[in-house]
Structure formats: C-alpha cells, structure tokens
C-alpha cells in the first residue's frame, strides 16, 4: 500500500462514525486546484468512494510550514539578539567597573601620597623642629620682646643683644645663588661671595645694623624694599642685607642718627637677630619660629 | 475527514491509537491484515486501556500531585514565606561597619595636634606561605621587626593572622611589590600626633581600638569619632558580592575636627621651660598655664613630666594626666591675691593702709609666723602683698571675718569646677564655712587648708587681670564641622568677683612683687609692667600624709597696667631651691617673654606705681 492510499483509508476510516461534524467548513477556502474539488471531496466523504481519487494532500500544508520556518528564525534571531544584547551589556558593566577601580586605585594613590606629605610637613613644622633649625642657622631666642614702631621710629621695649653661642659662621652667598636673589646682582662686583681671608663678621654685623636703620627710617617704602628681599631664615638675608647697607648710604641721613645709635648698639653682636629684623617687617608674621621680635602698628 | 487533521499533535497521529469515535470497551478492532502493528501483549489486558478511565485517573493522579505541590506552595510561600525568605536573605545579607574618620585636634592657629591617617595592617595566610625564612628575611627591614619574630608569625597553618599592625600606605605598598604569596592588607586608620609630646597633657591619646582614653581625645570622644556608617550587601556561597542584587551603604560621617585654643608655639616655650626648671630643682613635676584672661582662652597648658602620644604605651599614668588639672596643691601665699582683694573689695583696707605686724600672732592656739623672721613691723597692705607677710594677711582678713573671705574665695572659683570638663580634673577644695575650725581662718587667709588646681589658680589672676570679672577658662575655640561650618561653644560664664576698682589697685600691690624689695624681681621683664605673686606653700604628701616639701608657684600678669596674658607657674616638689620666687619666676619670665611676642603685645610704656611698702 502507498503512503496516499493509506491517508485514504484513514480518512475514510474517521469520518465513517463521526460523519458531518468532523468536517471542516473551512474547507472551502482551502486552495484546491478544482473550485469543485471541495464538493468532491465533501460527497466523498459521506461515500461516495468514486470521488476519492481527486482529493489532493499537499497544498494546504505550504503556507503553515511556512510560517513555523519564519517563527523558528524569528525566535532564534530574537534569542541571538538577547543573548548579543546582555553579553553588551555585561561587557559594558565589567568595563565601567574596570574604569571604576582604575580611577578609585588612582585616586587612593593621590590620597596616600597628599596625606604622607601632609605628615611630613606637619612633622617638619612642629614647634621643635622649627626651633631645631632656626638654632641651626645660628638664631637665638630674643631676650626681651621689643617693638619698633614703623610710624615713628620709637623702639618699644628694652632692646638688649640676645645671648648664646652662635652655633655657625654665616654662609655668605655664592655667585650660584646669585640665580637665586635678584638683589645680589647688583652688587655681587663688589661683595665677598665667599667667607675670604679679610672676612670680618663685625663689619657684616655693622652693616646690617646700618642697614637695618636704613629701613627703619626710610619708612613704607624702605620697608617695601626690604619686603621684596629673600626669606629671612635664608642666610642669604645677610647678604641682602649688605647690599642693603649701599641705598642705606645714599639715603637720606635725616633722622637715622637717633635710631641707628640704639640699632647698633642693640645688634652690633647678632646679626641674625636684626637681619631678620629687617626682613621682618614685611614677611614675618608673628610666631613663625618662636625667636624673633616682631614690630606692631 | 478533513485535511487539516494531519498537523494535530502527535498524540492524535498515532495510528496505533483507537480513535475517540469508537465503541467504548471493546478490544482494539482488527483492521486489514498488515494495517498496523503487532499489539503489545498487556495492552488487551490492561484496564487502563479505557481512554476514558485513564484520563479519569490521570486527571486524578495528577490533581493529587498538584495539589500536593500547590500545598507545599502555599506553605513556603503563604505560611512561611516572610521567615524563609528573610533566613534566605540573612544568609547572603552581609553587613559591615565602616568606620567614621577621627576628627582633627588643631591648635588655635588650625596647626594640626593630632591627625587621623589611613593606615594598615599587614595580615597572612600561613598556609600560603611556603618558605617563612624567606619571606620574614624581605619584610624584616622594611617593617624594622627582626626576622626570626616575623619568621613565626609566619609559621604555621592558621588562615588568618596579623603580622603587623598599623603600617603606612608606603610601607604596604612596598611589601605589597615584592609579590609575596600569602600576604595581605586591611585597611585601618592610625592617630599621628605630629607635634609629638607637644600639648600631649591636653590633646590627650587614644587606645588600640583608637578610642580617645586621655585629655581631649577622651573628653569630645563622640564628637570627635563621629557616627560610623555601614555596608550592606548580598554575597554569594564563595563569598563574593552579587553585583546586581541589593545593597546599600550608608556613608560614615567624619568627625567633627576641635580646634583648641592652645597656640603651639607658646606651648612649647612652657613646656621647655618647665621642663628645664623642673630637671634642674629635681622636682617631682611641674605645671604651666597661659591664659588670656578677658576671653578665659587657655593658650598653654604645659604639665611635665609629659610623654608622648605616638607611643603611649611606655608612658605612666600620672604622665599621661594633666597635672595642672588632675594635680590639686594648697596655693600658699598666691592666694593672698584673693584675701587683700577681699579685704580692698569690702572697703577695708587700701593698699596704703598700714597694718602693725608682729613677730609671730597666736590664733585658734596656733602661733603663726612668717617666712622670714622679723621684729614688730608697719607694713601697708602693699607691702603685705610684696613681702608675702602671712601674718599681716591673717590681720587684714581678719577686718572681713571668715565668711567673707569664704565667699570671695567660692566667687573666685575655689573648690569648683572650672567648666573645662577635663577627664581626671579635681575641683581643689575648700571646706565650708560653717566647718571651719579656729585655726582655719588664719589658714585659709593665707593659703593653706584650702587646694586648687593650677588652672583655678591662674584663673584667680586673670579675674584680677580683667578688671575683676572672672571668666570660665577655655580649652577648644571652635568646633569644625565635616562640611566645613564652624560651630563656637557657648560663651564662657563671667561673674563679677571684686570691682574694677580693687582689681586696679590689686595690680598695683602685685608690681611691688615683682620690684625692687619684692620676692620676686627675677620675674621682671624689661620695658613691661609686670605684676605677680610667689608661693611657696608646704605640700600634702598622700604617702606619709603629711606636709613634705613645698609647691614652689609663682602667677604674674602683664603688662600689669593693660593686661593681656596671665602665666602661672608652680613646681611640685623641688628639691634643689624651694621660693616661688626663684624657681618659679624665671620661668614665668621666660615664658611671658614669649608670649608677649607671639601675641604681639607691646609694652605700654607706662611707669611702675611705687607704693609704699613700710608704715
């Protein structure tokens, strides 16, 4: 027996009990090469054995292959694209999250390395230390607390040299640190860059002293100068400060007489303790290092 | 039949199966021979062969499992959902405490006291470890730690063990390049105090668990610690975070910062000179304050010996106290200030009155002498005041009477506390009036049978110094908020003690100490006025309980006829030198010497008043 005949057969075989109600009324529609082909089939299958041989199987099976082909791509396009959108996705994240621990490694790096300096520094700008260093630049504490009066001249307090050893020779400048201070070039010709046979440290002192005076009495702009002058902590101050000693004798002598007789007198043994007096008046503020006097108003 | 029959689900396909038009209960009908195939055997047999019966019992059979699952469901969902879904959560949920950063202990100039850094700790896993020797060998020098201590910690099969506790990010990062198997961080936070012994007494220090346990530290704990935050997540079995399910974190808050009203710099002036003094008179200890004292601000507040808070462990109790708060001494003649100011306040005497004083004066059966043997004496308050006469005192207290004098001492702030909330701070004392025995009036006029810390002794000089007002001391100046803000402490509590009036006259009395014929000329400072007392008073000894030694003090003000600062020096104990005058005074003189500089106080330029001393 082929294949049809037994679709035949079986056919027959369910529509002998059930009759009418198994048929489809739809049938009609279907896409049978005869438009009568349907009342064939129909008669046939109330009976009419002679109609069977003009039933045909295979048209209506077409479009609904069809559209399950369609369905499978459809849902296996729709899976593809699923499973390409979350591998994005979770790519994407792992990325950001890369991204995120690179920025968070680099940002506890710059936040160790901020607070070590700031530990350090610290450290270095405790009260000890500072004072370590300011005696190691051969400063002293000042005895007395003692005030000048930038307005008028008036020394407030009872100056009176400071004691102690002092603990090193000055550093006078050297033609490298010239680069350094500005001030220096103008007379570095005819200053000792370095400590040489006829270096006399009271001369240095007395100059300082004179030009302490100097700035002392040439008021604001006096100051001013001395303001643009290097760190008082730098030795290098002496030296600026000698330099200074030359406008000091241009200078006006008004008025220097009275003040300069008391400075000297106060400073002809520390130099570091005026120098920085000089210096003072324009960039110290009070307590940077606990060993200097500090003028008011 | 129609042609749509074919695509059906397979089970209608089959041709083996009867199909549902047909007779009930008969055997499967014979079709054509070949038309099918061979039945299995059971099958004609079987019952269930009934469509019908077989659905029925399927139907049955399945209902029944359902419902079994449906009841299950109900139970793991219904009945106990919230408690299995909660002991499900609990399981994965993992929450951790993040620790709030400390806050920041600044000097009055924002200069940092005590910090707050990340740190770590260097932990291991011994059984990864495979060669300890070796590994103890690389980390000794970085660590500083010998390498057969380190080769044992290393040693063993413990998961989880700490190596090192407290290292810098450095030093970890430097262990951490050497690619060690086996060795790990935590992340942790130490206390650097940057200044080091530098105002150790006040800002105090903090334990292991880095909880404040001393001075400040202990005293702002809450503030300073802030509230810690948490991190909640959910972990799978390996521990690892599930990154899509829930989880939160609540952000730690840092600490509020204190900035105290200490200046670094004056304080370490104090602290080296006491110091000094104290090692040279091989005193048991010594204090210093410096106060400001219209604004009660305490600039310095120097106690030695002292110790040092990065390593807090070598340090003894009594050292790591504050002495000038925890310490109470009987104040001696520096109280005198509070008895002649009594006195002057009251109208009953000037510091011009002239008072006849004995050799020695009886009272309460007691006799009573004075430091320094004398004859019969006319001595003005004045020279009361510069002589430290404690017989004149007794005589011009005696012009109030007890009760007075107790209540201007209560006034002054004897026997109360001084508002600091200092942990270990002693009130000093004073016994009230109505149990004062006869003897306790002469006493207490001169300073003995009463004690005060040094911070309520330098306080009494600042009342004196602004014009008579007391103003509670102070130790923090501000409080710094994490978002920056600033938050000041309520405004310290002012009484008026004595008038103006006797606080200028009182000052006058105190130059006359500080002068020529006075007990304290050490104590002057060139080109300023300075007004102060010496005292030497004799010191209560808790192991013999008795008096043994002195309490060398000496209290000043400056400038005398414009006060800006007040110092107060005592010295416990000394044994080489015993006045006020001459241990105390120097250091006095150093110090205010200083911090007139630093707090840019000039001299007034006013001449001393010269009072007379002698009847």
């Not at chain 1, 604001?220 to 760190?231: E, F, I, N």
């Amino acid at each position: 027996m082929t294949s049809t005949a037994r679709k035949h057969d079986d056919l027959l075989g369910v529509t002998d009990g059930t009759a009418a109600p198994a048929l489809d009324p739809d049938a009609a529609d279907l896409p049978i090469g005869n438009p009568d082909g349907t009342e064939y089939a129909t008669r046939g299958a109330r009976g009419h054995k002679s109609a069977r041989p003009h039933l045909r199987m295979v048209a209506p099976l077409r479009p609904e292959r069809a559209s399950r082909g369609v369905f499978a791509l459809l849902v296996t396009g729709l899976l593809g694209i699923g499973m390409v959108l979350i591998l994005v996705i979770n790519t994407s994240l792992a990325q950001g999250a890369f991204t995120v621990s690179e920025l968070q490694g680099q940002q506890a790096e710059l936040a160790q390395r901020e607070q070590a300096l700031g530990e350090q520094l610290a450290a270095a700008a405790a009260p000890d230390r500072l004072e370590a260093q300011a005696r190691a630049l051969g400063m002293v504490p000042s005895e007395n607390p003692v005030f000048l009066n930038v307005a008028n001249g008036r020394v407030l307090g009872r100056p009176k040299p400071a004691v102690g050893p002092r603990s090193v020779t000055p550093r006078l400048l050297t033609p490298a640190d010239a680069t350094v201070t500005e001030a220096v070039d103008n007379g570095a010709a005819d200053l000792p860059v370095s400590p040489g046979a006829d270096y006399d440290p009271a001369a240095v002192d007395a100059a300082a002293a004179q030009a302490a005076a100097a700035a002392a009495t040439a008021g604001d702009s006096g100051l001013d100068a001395s303001a643009s002058q290097p760190v008082p902590l730098d030795p290098s101050a002496a030296q600026a400060a000698t330099t200074d000693t030359k406008a000091a004798k241009a200078a006006d002598n008004t008025g220097k007489a009275k003040v300069a007789g008391k400075k000297k007198k106060v400073t002809e043994n520390s130099l570091w303790q005026d120098a920085t007096v000089i210096d003072m008046t324009g960039q110290l503020s009070s307590g940077d290092a606990g060993l200097v006097a500090v003028p008011v108003e | 039949m129609s042609v749509r029959a074919t695509p059906r689900p397979r089970g209608a396909y089959g041709r083996t199966q009867a199909p549902t038009g047909r007779p009930q209960g008969r055997p499967r009908p014979q079709r054509g021979p070949g038309y099918g195939r061979p039945k299995p055997p059971r099958r004609s047999t079987f019952r269930l062969a009934d469509p019908r019966r077989r659905g029925a019992v399927l139907l049955i059979a399945t209902g029944l499992v359902l419902s079994v699952f449906g009841a299950r469901l109900v139970e793991l969902q219904a009945v106990r959902g919230e408690t299995l879904a909660s002991e499900a959560l609990d399981q994965r949920l993992r929450t951790q405490e993040i620790p709030a950063m400390r806050g920041a202990i600044l000097d009055s100039a924002g200069e940092p006291l005590a910090l707050t850094m990340e740190a770590r700790n260097l932990t291991a896993d011994q059984t990864l470890v495979t060669d300890p020797a070796a590994v103890a060998d690389q980390l000794g020098p970085i660590l500083g730690v010998a390498p057969d201590v380190l080769a044992a910690r290393l040693t063993g099969d413990r998961r989880f063990i700490y190596v090192a506790k407290g290292l810098t990010p450095e030093t970890w990062d430097r262990i951490a390049a050497l690619r060690l198997p086996g060795l790990f961080s935590e992340q942790t936070s130490r206390r650097v105090y940057p200044a080091g012994d530098l105002a150790a007494n006040v800002v105090g220090f903090v334990g292991a668990d880095g909880k404040g346990l001393g001075g400040m530290e202990c005293a702002d704990e809450t503030l300073l610690a802030g509230p810690p935050g948490t991190q909640t997540y959910e972990r799978g079995p390996g521990g690892r975070v599930i990154p899509t399910a829930n989880s939160s974190v609540t952000d730690a808050q840092p600490g509020t910062s204190i900035r105290l009203t200490i200046d670094r710099d004056i304080q370490f002036v104090a602290q080296q000179a006491i110091a000094s003094t104290v090692r040279k008179a091989r005193a048991d200890s010594g204090s210093v304050v410096v106060m400001d004292p219209h604004t009660g601000q305490i600039l310095a507040l120097a106690s030695v010996p002292t110790f040092n808070p990065n390593k807090v462990a070598s340090a003894t109790d009594g050292n790591r106290g504050n002495r000038a708060l925890t310490d109470v001494f009987e104040p001696g003649s520096t109280s005198k200030v509070m008895t002649l100011s009594a006195v002057i306040n009251e109208g009953k005497a000037t510091p011009y009155s002239v008072i006849h004083v004995p050799s020695v004066l009886n009272r309460g059966g007691d006799t009573f002498h004075d430091d320094h043997p004398h004859g019969g004496l006319d001595l003005t308050l004045a020279g009361i005041m510069a002589k430290s006469s404690n017989i004149g005192t007794i005589l011009a207290s005696e012009r109030i009477g007890g009760k007075k004098l107790y209540k201007y001492a209560k006034k002054f702030g004897i026997g109360e506390p001084t508002g600091l909330n200092f942990p270990g701070e002693a009130n000093g004392y004073i016994p009230p009036h109505d149990k004062w025995s006869p003897t306790s009036m002469p006493t207490i006029a001169f300073g003995q049978g009463l004690s005060v810390n040094a911070v309520q002794a330098a306080s009494v000089f600042a009342t004196i110094a602004n014009d008579g007002v007391r103003v509670e001391p102070s130790l923090v100046s501000e409080y710094v908020l994490p978002d920056g803000t600033t938050q000041v402490p309520p405004a310290p509590k002012t009484t008026r003690v004595v008038s103006a009036a006797t606080a200028k006259q009182v000052r006058a009395m105190l130059e006359m100490v500080v002068g020529p014929g006075g007990t304290a000329p050490m104590a002057a400072i060139p080109g300023y006025r300075v007004g102060g007392k010496t005292g030497t008073a004799q010191r209560y000894s808790e192991s013999c309980g008795c008096y043994s030694g002195v309490v060398a003090s000496f209290i000043g003000i400056a400038p005398a006829d414009n006060p800006q600062l007040v110092v107060a020096v005592s010295v416990n104990n000394p044994r080489a030198g015993r006045y006020g005058g001459q241990l105390g005074g120097p250091v006095f003189q150093r110090v205010m010497t200083y911090a007139l500089q630093a707090r840019e106080v000039p001299p007034t330029g006013a001449k001393s008043p010269n009072l007379p001393l002698g009847g």
